[in-house]
Nanobody
Framework: QVQLVESGGGLVQPGGSLRLSCAASGSILNFIYMGWYRQAPGKQRVLVASITGDGITQYDDSVKGRFTISRDNAKNSVYLQMSSLKPDDTAVYYC????????????WGQGTQVTVSS
């Protein structure tokens, strides 16, 4: 089973930028899509960006135009470039993806905390 490890979070001021990385322990080529999810305190985990094997991307309206998802199959990695960050972006960010079995990877990784505050 592939394991996913997120990194790159931190404390940033409103309007700032961060780049998150997700490293998979195995190939991500067979994933139907890879995505970045976030979970704010007291809220459910939600998908904010996804990318298919063909490079087709989708974004939640809350991050559209500010976040960019990308993948490097050779490095078995997925990235999330975040800019124009807002306090509402504060959350723990996780990566995951749908396997050919139409199941997400379990267990989830530990996530990476992003805090947007002045």
């Amino acid at each position: 089973q592939v394991q996913l490890v997120e990194s790159g979070g931190g404390l940033v001021q409103p309007g700032g930028s961060l780049r998150l990385s997700c490293a998979a322990s195995g190939s991500i080529l067979n994933f139907i899509y890879m995505g970045w999810y976030r979970q704010a305190p007291g809220k459910q985990r939600v998908l904010v960006a996804s990318i298919t094997g063909d490079g087709i991307t989708q974004y939640d309206d809350s991050v559209k135009g500010r976040f960019t998802i990308s993948r490097d199959n050779a490095k078995n990695s997925v990235y999330l470039q975040m800019s124009s960050l807002k306090p509402d972006d504060t959350a723990v960010y996780y990566c995951n993806g749908y396997l050919p079995t139409f199941q997400l990877v379990t267990p989830w990784g530990q996530g990476t905390q992003v805090t947007v505050s002045s």
